[in-house]
C-alpha cells in the first residue's frame, strides 16, 4: 500500500532563517505531488505541484520553492523565511496523470512556527 | 479560475442527530470532481466522499451523504447519526478535469455535543 511520509512534523524557526521541508511517498510511481500551506483558522492553500521530477508548478508567487530531485521525493524551501510563513504545512500525493477523480492523499503535516 | 465557498465557518450538531454542511462553488467547466475531506485535530487529512458532475446519483458512504445539485453549484454533506468522533474541520473541495490541483474552501468546524 502507498504511503506518505512529511517531517519534520513541527518546526519553529526565526525570521530570516532557511527552510527545508521534506515529503517522499512510498508504494507508488511518478505520483503528482503537492504542497498546501494552511494559515490559523483558514482553508487549505495550493503552493506547487508537481506531476514529474524537475516539473515543478507554482500557484502562488511567494519567497518559498519546491523542488522533485526525485520520483517520490519533494522538498519545500525557502532562503529567507518570513513571519507570514507561518502556518502548517501539507504535502500529498494523487495517482499520476490526469486522474481527476482521483483524491488526493495527505500527510501528517508540518507545523512551522516563525519566530 | 474556480472558487469553493463554505458559509459556514462554525457548526454544532447532537450527537445522534444529523447535520448538513454547505458547499457552493464556481466554475465554467461541466466536467469535474468534488470532495469532502475531514480534518480532525491530529490535523490529517482524511478523504470522506466524492462526487463526479457527470453523475447524477447522489455519492453515498454510510452515515455520509452529498446533496449535488449542479445547476446551483451547489455540494452539501450531510451526517447523519452524528458521532462525537465526527468533530473535525470538514473541507469541500473542486478538482478540475483538466486540472491536477485542488480548490479547497476555507472549511467548517463542527462540534458534537454530547
Known amino acids: 500500500s502507498q504511503t506518505i511520509h512529511q517531517w519534520p512534523a513541527t518546526l519553529v524557526q526565526p525570521v530570516g532563517s532557511p527552510l527545508s521541508l521534506e515529503c517522499t511517498v512510498e508504494?507508488?510511481?511518478?505520483?503528482?505531488l503537492y504542497w498546501y500551506r494552511q494559515a490559523a483558522g483558514r482553508g487549505l492553500q495550493l503552493l506547487f505541484y508537481?506531476?514529474?521530477?524537475?516539473?515543478i508548478s507554482s500557484e502562488v508567487p511567494q519567497n518559498l520553492s519546491a523542488s522533485r530531485p526525485q520520483d517520490r521525493q519533494f522538498i519545500l524551501s525557502s532562503k529567507k523565511l518570513l513571519l507570514s510563513d507561518s502556518g502548517f504545512y501539507l504535502c500529498?500525493?494523487?495517482?499520476?496523470?490526469?486522474?481527476?477523480?482521483?483524491?488526493?492523499?495527505f500527510g501528517d503535516g508540518t507545523r512551522l512556527s516563525i519566530l | 479560475a474556480q472558487t469553493v465557498t463554505q458559509s459556514q465557518p462554525e457548526m454544532s450538531v447532537q450527537e445522534a442527530e444529523t447535520v448538513t454542511l454547505s458547499c457552493t462553488y464556481d466554475?465554467?467547466?461541466?466536467?469535474?470532481?468534488l470532495f469532502w475531506y475531514k480534518q480532525p485535530p491530529s490535523r490529517q487529512m482524511i478523504l470522506v466522499i466524492r462526487?463526479?458532475?457527470?453523475?447524477?446519483q447522489n455519492a453515498t458512504e454510510n452515515r455520509f451523504s452529498v446533496n449535488f445539485q449542479k445547476a446551483a453549484k451547489s455540494f452539501s454533506l450531510k451526517i447523519s447519526d452524528s458521532q462525537l468522533g465526527d468533530a473535525a474541520m470538514y473541507f469541500c473541495?473542486?478538482?478540475?478535469?483538466?486540472?491536477?490541483?485542488?480548490?479547497f474552501g476555507a472549511g467548517t468546524r463542527l462540534t458534537v455535543k454530547p
Open positions: 500529498a500525493w494523487s495517482v499520476p496523470g490526469r486522474v481527476s477523480n482521483q483524491p488526493q492523499h
Open positions: 466554475t465554467s467547466e461541466s466536467d469535474y470532481y
Open positions: 462526487q463526479e458532475a457527470y453523475k447524477q
Open positions: 508537481s506531476v514529474g521530477i524537475g516539473q
Open positions: 508504494g507508488t510511481s511518478n505520483p503528482n
Open positions: 473541495a473542486y478538482r478540475s478535469r483538466a486540472n491536477n490541483d485542488m480548490r
